[in-house]
Each structure stands twice: as structure tokens, then as C-alpha cells.
């Protein structure tokens, strides 16, 4: 339950307070380049997409635009009480039964850490790759 949690945060948020979608402490301006990543350990493969956005965009809305590309889609589901949930990317969806679930991380050099909030929240940086890693839990 708690690995659900971590798709989910945040939306709810930025819909109360439409103006923290804008704020921004890294002092980065203009258009930022996002790189995203999308994994799968268990088929062994990796496709990169980049878009370019407006500073202060959250993830959900980059996705959106990558789907307009049309070599990229995602489904999702929206929780009353926490906000966007990734569902599927590029048609594979996780499953409770097979314990996989879409795993968001974020790469900056060689650190990488999970997210804490959901798409719906993060603002990806230019100097990050947004990574969305098909995993399994134990
Ligand atoms: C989503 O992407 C997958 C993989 O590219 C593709 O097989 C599937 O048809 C796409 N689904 C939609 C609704 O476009
Ligand atoms: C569970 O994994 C099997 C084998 O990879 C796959 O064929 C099946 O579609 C998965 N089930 C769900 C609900 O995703
Ligand atoms: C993605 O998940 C696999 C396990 O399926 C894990 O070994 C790998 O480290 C994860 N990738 C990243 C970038 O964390």
C-alpha cells in the first residue's frame, strides 16, 4: 500500500493553491528541456523521449504533451482523497495480482532517488532525467 501512496500525493494540493504550480527555488527560467526514461527491467528494455515545457510544469502535464507525439501514452486514475495515479505506460499497466507497479525516480548525475510525490506534483528540472521504471515488489 505504501508503494500506491507514492503515485498518488500532491494533485490535490495544486488544485487548492493553483499558484504553487508556478513557484520555483532553483532559480532555473524559461523553457526546460525534461528528459524521460522509461524502463522495464523485466523485458530488458529502455526507450527516452524528451519535451520541451514551460518552467513549473508538473510531471502529468510533460506526459500529456509527450502523448501528443503519439509514439508515448499513459493512463491514469484519479483518487478523491490523493490525486493522479499512474496506471499504464506505452499500453503495460501494473498489476496487483503480479505485483508490479510503475516505480518514479528521478536521475541527477549518478544519484538516483525515488519520488516522493506523484505526477501530478513534481517539476521535473532541466539537469534531471524523470525515469518511470517497471518494477515488482517483494
Ligand atoms: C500505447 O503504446 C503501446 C506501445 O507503443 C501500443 O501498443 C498501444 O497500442 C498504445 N495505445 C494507445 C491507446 O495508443
Ligand atoms: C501478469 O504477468 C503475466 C506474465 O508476464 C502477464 O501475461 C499477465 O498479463 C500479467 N497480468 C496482469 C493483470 O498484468
Ligand atoms: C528498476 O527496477 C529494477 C527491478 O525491476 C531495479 O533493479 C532497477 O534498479 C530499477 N531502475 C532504476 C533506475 O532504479
Request: charged share 15%; hydrophobic share 40%.
Amino acid at each position: 500500500m505504501a508503494l500506491t501512496a507514492i503515485g498518488l500525493l500532491c494533485f490535490a494540493a495544486l488544485l487548492s493553491f493553483p499558484a504553487l504550480g508556478e513557484r520555483d527555488h532553483s532559480g532555473e527560467q524559461g523553457p526546460v528541456l525534461v528528459k524521460v526514461d522509461v524502463t522495464n527491467k523485466l523485458t530488458n528494455t529502455i526507450v527516452s523521449y524528451s519535451a520541451t515545457v514551460p518552467k513549473g510544469m508538473p510531471m502529468f502535464g510533460v506526459l500529456n504533451k509527450l502523448q501528443d507525439t503519439k509514439s508515448f501514452n499513459f493512463t491514469y486514475s484519479i483518487s478523491k482523497s490523493y490525486g493522479i495515479y499512474l496506471e499504464s505506460v506505452n499500453g503495460l499497466a501494473g498489476s496487483n495480482a503480479n505485483h508490479t507497479y510503475w516505480e518514479l525516480l528521478s536521475k541527477k548525475g549518478k544519484s538516483i532517488r525515488s519520488l516522493d510525490v506523484g505526477i501530478g506534483c513534481y517539476q521535473p528540472k532541466s539537469n534531471e532525467i524523470f525515469i518511470m521504471n517497471f518494477t515488482r515488489w517483494d
